[in-house]
């Protein structure tokens, strides 16, 4: 069983992907203990520095990150993986016995300071998600990857 966190920055503001994460934690439950991390997104308007609120929040998501864990970011520019190299990934992660922690950042992006306590930068797809809808579909993708190793009909 994968033991696996989700730190995500924001929460959601629409009703239909609370309900679409809980679908996708609760068909988890049989492969994973995921435990879901909101932090605050930091506020900005038109003329703030992104750069210092990514770096904002970036220092409230290392603390949030295990000392010994494989950390994963999510990044525009990080390596893509179809759904059963995904799945190969995970196992393969997974195996080691650490717990394995996904980070989803605001609107903005993530710091690049994260990069020091990083494992790996993973990308879901090409397109442009909001936060939100990413965090939705890595949490389908896991769920995916999961199905893919049970050997399961949910991939064809």
């Known amino acids: 069983m994968f033991k696996i966190t989700i730190i995500a920055l924001g929460k959601f503001k629409e009703?239909?992907?609370?309900?679409?994460?809980?679908?996708?934690?609760?068909?988890l439950k049989p492969f994973a203990k995921v435990k879901?991390?909101?932090l605050p997104e930091v506020s900005y308007g038109k003329n703030f520095d992104l750069e210092?609120?990514?770096?904002?929040e970036a220092e409230k998501i290392a603390k949030h990150l295990p000392p010994d864990g494989i950390v994963i970011l999510m990044e525009e520019k990080g390596t893509q993986r179809n759904s059963?190299?995904?799945?190969?990934?995970l196992q393969r992660?997974?195996?080691?016995?650490?717990?394995?922690?996904?980070?989803?950042?605001?609107?903005?992006?993530l710091h690049e300071s994260l990069h020091q306590f990083s494992n790996y930068s993973i990308s879901l797809s090409p397109l442009t998600f909001t936060h939100n809808f990413a965090r939705v579909l890595l949490e389908e993708?896991?769920?995916r990857a999961c199905m893919?190793?049970?050997?399961?009909?949910?991939?064809?």
């Not at 893919?148 to 064809?156: D, M, R, S, V």
């Open 93 to 109: 992660i997974g195996g080691l016995g650490k717990e394995l922690t996904f980070v989803i950042g605001s609107g903005i992006g």
């Open 141 to 143: 993708q896991i769920y």
């Open 15 to 27: 009703p239909c992907f609370k309900e679409l994460e809980q679908e996708y934690l609760k068909r």
């Open 36 to 38: 879901m991390v909101e």
């Open 148 to 156: 893919i190793l049970a050997g399961k009909e949910y991939h064809k």
């Open 84 to 89: 059963k190299d995904f799945s190969v990934f």
């Open 52 to 56: 210092k609120v990514k770096a904002q």
